[in-house]
């Protein structure tokens, strides 16, 4: 019995609550680099959707699946750049313009669906299998936890690693934290604000890509109007309440992934709660994290979404 | 903030809305280029697009019976485009009209399901009440934790959004809302007779809570313009941060326009449950709030302006909703249509681009 109760609860728990992270912790890295350097990007949500739309009929139609992934960063870029146009070069208020997007976003992905796929439930002809490390994954117990995921999850955790390093310990860092915290400043000193904004963003993009590609393509391979539904704006919620950290917006991701899926995990052991009450439960999550932290915002950018304007 | 002082980031203060032509034009170039993108679309899909397009005026306008149709669905779009209005005025980018919607209708059903045995001047203006009352309790949630817990008006929203659509869906699926035996059927017992809002229009569906919606905008221009609420919300609009570290913006203010512009929305769905669907249930609203939201820019954030926001944006609703079953177009259509456009109707609103002066969402210092 005990055996099998690590076999589908403590594995299950932890094992899923890396695979469920990845997406936010991503998404919350590239939305991270954004606001500190001053761009609030909530296009995030719509930018993933669209790096699912693109990433799934990428991957189904050349059959490979890291051009898929490709599609998927190149389409969420797309959307980085309307907005960067739109609030970077053109200066309209990013607030209204990223929520415009994402909202924009779902109806596209429904239209796209009925128009290219034809179908609002179409599971992927390719997807990404779990790549358990040798060596590491015979360890028992932690193995399967820790080393036997998607290689998104490795490239979550690294890519986590390294962007703090990059923001805190570099000096492509120091630029892209100075344009958000004084960006007269940073100009003074020859630094082009503008152009450090529109780099954030295309890495926004980026990830946020990379984020939609895996869940279309790796987490639940299936292509529906629902794929990505909140998980750009968890992301966004994540920043502050990392207080625009990438490794603690990470351990924040970890903790909604974590007690999201130890909710789920209580219907298997015959804890019966309604759907209903049960489908709420993240969103009252977010919530309930974002209060935790809200009031104690710590190191905010000072000019989030104040446009620069040369004089 | 001198920009401020020239109507700067508050492109939304009535009277500051620029020259309405310009409005105009900007619409209907965002607009061409809705249907210029999706016409091409189509065609690829291999549909022809000026049917489609043709079949959407008809569907929108074609007869007495179906303006009488996008007039009912004009009602929700208006109530919460002004419930946007407000809360947007105030600087606090409370998007949880949807939810609001909702939650109002939720209430509105409640009382009207209530008190089924009393007579209509009783029962009809309690559930009106009750609609506000729920918007209010809604966006007094998000209001709360704006406040007392920093959370961002548009995280809560979306929370709040999605919530209320799980608490709708649970709360129909048995008594006192639903059949005691619903056996899933998640919909609500109907309105009774003496609840449902009288039709204005007779041989349409056209009810009275259009004529509740159409008074709307002109009570929120007066409070705006001639109360002490509506002052302190142009006040927050003109400098927000100013305002907050200044202490202008007490508690109590926030969350007063949190109430009003709840209200507003609550309204939205009680006119819907009550004037119109009879029943409430998910799907009650196809994104009623969303395009409030839309409605609202693209009336430049204006009250008055917001009719014609709702009623371009209930158009393409009702058009599309009637063209898409029998031309095989998607239903998506109506929001592919609607982003292009309010998108390009952002876009040439940009002060860069020198089309206006005023008109201008840009928020920017110095």
Redesign the interface.
């Known amino acids: 019995m005990t055996s099998e109760f690590v076999q589908v609860f403590v594995i299950g728990l932890f094992g899923g609550t890396l695979s469920l992270s990845v997406p936010l912790i991503f998404g919350s890295i590239g939305e991270t680099f954004g606001q500190r350097s001053g761009v609030m990007n909530?296009s995030l949500n719509g930018m993933m959707i669209f790096g699912a739309l693109f990433g799934f009929v990428g991957a189904n139609l050349t059959g490979n699946l890291w051009l898929g992934v490709l599609c998927g960063i190149i389409g969420a870029m797309g959307m980085a750049a309307l907005f960067g146009f739109?609030c970077i070069?053109?200066?309209?208020?990013?607030?209204?313009?990223g929520?415009?997007?994402s909202?924009?976003a779902?109806?596209?992905?429904?239209?796209a669906?009925?128009?290219i796929l034809k179908s609002d439930y179409i599971v992927s002809k390719v997807s990404f299998t779990p790549y358990p490390i040798p060596l590491l994954s015979g360890i028992p117990i932690l193995g399967p936890i820790l080393f036997n995921h998607y290689v998104f999850v490795y490239l979550a955790l690294i890519a986590t690693a390294a962007s703090y390093y990059v923001l805190y310990r570099t000096s492509w860092g120091l630029t892209i934290r100075s344009v958000g915290a004084n960006p007269k400043a940073a100009h003074s000193l020859g630094i082009r604000v503008n152009r450090v904004r529109w780099y954030t963003t295309l890495f926004n993009g980026f990830m946020a890509g990379i984020a939609g590609s895996y869940v279309v393509l790796a987490f639940v391979p299936v292509f529906t109007n629902t794929s990505i539904?909140?998980e750009g704006?968890i992301s966004?919620?994540l920043v502050?309440f990392g207080s625009w950290n990438p490794v603690v917006a990470m351990l924040g991701a970890l903790i909604f992934s974590g007690t999201e899926t130890g909710i789920l995990s209580l219907q298997t052991q015959g804890i019966l709660i309604?759907t209903?009450?049960l489908?709420?439960m993240p969103?009252?999550l977010?919530?309930v994290m974002?209060?935790v932290?809200?009031?104690?915002?710590r190191d905010v950018p000072t000019e989030l979404?104040?446009?620069f304007?040369q004089? | 903030m001198i920009a401020s002082e020239e109507g700067g980031p508050d492109s939304t203060v009535p009277g500051k809305t620029g020259p309405i032509l310009v409005r105009v034009f900007e619409v209907a170039v965002g607009a061409t280029l809705a249907f210029a993108t999706t016409g091409i679309i189509i065609y690829f899909d291999g549909k022809d697009p000026i049917s489609a397009f043709s079949g959407i005026a008809h569907g929108a306008f074609g007869n007495p019976f179906l303006i009488a149709l996008t007039l009912v669905q004009m009602t929700p779009i208006l109530l919460t485009a002004l419930g946007a209005i407000v809360i947007f005025k105030a600087q606090i980018w409370n998007i949880g009209q949807e939810g609001q919607l909702y939650v109002g209708a939720l209430f509105a059903t409640w009382a009207a399901l209530s008190l089924s045995t009393s007579p209509w001047f009783i029962v009809m203006p309690v559930a009106v009440i009750a609609g506000a009352v729920g918007g209010i309790a809604w966006s007094g949630i998000g209001g709360i934790l704006y406040t007392y817990f920093g959370v961002d008006a548009i995280i809560s929203a979306i929370m709040l959004n999605y919530i209320s659509l799980f608490l709708v869906h649970f709360l129909v699926l048995g008594p006192p809302l639903g059949e005691v035996n619903s056996g899933g059927n998640a919909i609500s017992l109907a309105i009774p007779l003496a609840a449902r809002l009288p039709i204005i229009w007779p041989g349409t569906f056209l009810d009275a809570g259009f004529l509740i919606a159409l008074a709307a905008p002109f009570v929120v221009y007066v409070v705006l313009i001639r109360t002490t609420l509506g002052y302190s919300i142009r006040a927050m609009g003109f400098s927000q941060t100013a305002a907050r570290y200044a202490g202008v913006k007490s508690r109590t203010t926030v969350l007063s326009v949190f109430v009003f512009s709840g209200a507003l929305s609550g309204l939205a769905g009680c006119v819907v449950v009550l004037g119109f669907q009879y029943r409430l249930q998910l799907g009650l609203s196809p994104g009623y709030g969303t395009m409030g939201i839309i409605a609202a820019l693209l009336g430049a954030g204006n009250p008055i302006g917001a009719i014609f926001g709702s009623l371009f944006t209930a158009a393409l609703l009702n058009g599309t909703e009637t063209t898409t079953i029998t031309q095989g177009l998607s239903s998506f259509l109506v929001q592919v249509l609607q982003g292009i456009t309010i998108i390009g109707v952002v876009a040439l609103s940009a002060e860069k681009l020198r089309l206006t002066e005023r008109l201008h969402l840009s928020k920017r210092r110095k």
């Open positions: 909530l739109l070069t053109l200066e309209l208020n990013q607030t209204i313009v929520v415009l997007l909202l924009f779902t109806g596209v992905i429904g239209f669906e009925e128009v539904t909140i704006w966004v919620a502050t309604p209903d009450i489908s709420m969103y009252i977010v919530l974002y209060a932290v809200g009031r104690k915002k979404t104040i446009p304007r004089e």
